[in-house]
């Protein structure tokens, strides 16, 4: 069952979402050749619980860390571990926080040192069908019109897209109804409606759609080893048009990029 949120409610979702933000802006400029997932993970531990809020990740379903961190072939839910990232290498950090009672859960897929052109490429393409799937995130239209135009966007470019994994409703609970896939048909699935609160997140691979699970239980990595891109946002439907709660603004300033176009 959908749990349509107020509008007091998104408010406060938004305040998670900023906190989240702010942490992966926080994380920037760390990012880069010899430093390790681990310590980004204790960085990322500390700066939400100094900032008020409680890290979302941590022993949800048993998770170990507060941030998922996944390098090259995995599409998500990578441990942090000591093994320094390398020079071309990219990683999706993905994090989650709770502030007065609600979730806030978003990623981005960042460059480590110099990488392939083709690989900047996917990033580029994967966070444009994000933008994508968000302009389709209004009142009266259906879920299938989301996934439809991010499975568009990315297929037209010719890169993969994840079928196993899906974005989520977002609340007091980490996944809510409705699931968010990346993939579906225009006019299908959900009606979307006022005051619906979704994690949209397009997980696009360089080439095939393919995945599977390592033995841990947790990574997942693309079934051929090629490269896969992960971006995130937390959107509300607000009078009938979509309104990003979460931001990538902190990320650019720390790293001294242009700010994308914004959603309304």
Known sequence: MIKYKTREEIEIMRESALLVSKTLGMLAPEIKPGVDPLHLDKLAHDFIKDHGGVPGFLGLYDFPNTLCTSINEQVVHGIPTKKALK??????????????????DHAYTFEVGEVAPEVTAL?????????????????????????????KYAEDRGYGVVRELVGHGL???????PQVPNYGKQGKGKKIQEGLV?????????????VKQLPDGWNIVTADGKYSAHFEHDV????????????????YEALGLP???IVA
Do not use: W
């Open 87 to 104: 020079d071309g290498d990219i990683i999706s950090v993905d994090c989650g926080v709770i502030m007065n009672g609600y979730y806030g």
């Open 123 to 151: 990033l580029k393409a994967t966070k444009e069908s994000l933008y994508k799937g968000i302009e389709q995130t209004r009142s009266g239209r259906r879920m299938g019109d989301i996934g439809f135009a991010i499975q």
């Open 171 to 177: 609340g007091k609970v980490m996944h809510e109804d």
């Open 198 to 210: 979704i994690a949209i997140e397009p997980m696009i691979n360089l080439g095939t759609h393919l």
């Open 236 to 251: 509300a439907v607000v009078n009938g048009k979509p309104e990003i709660l979460s931001t990538f603004d902190y990320i």
């Open 259 to 261: 700010k994308d176009s």
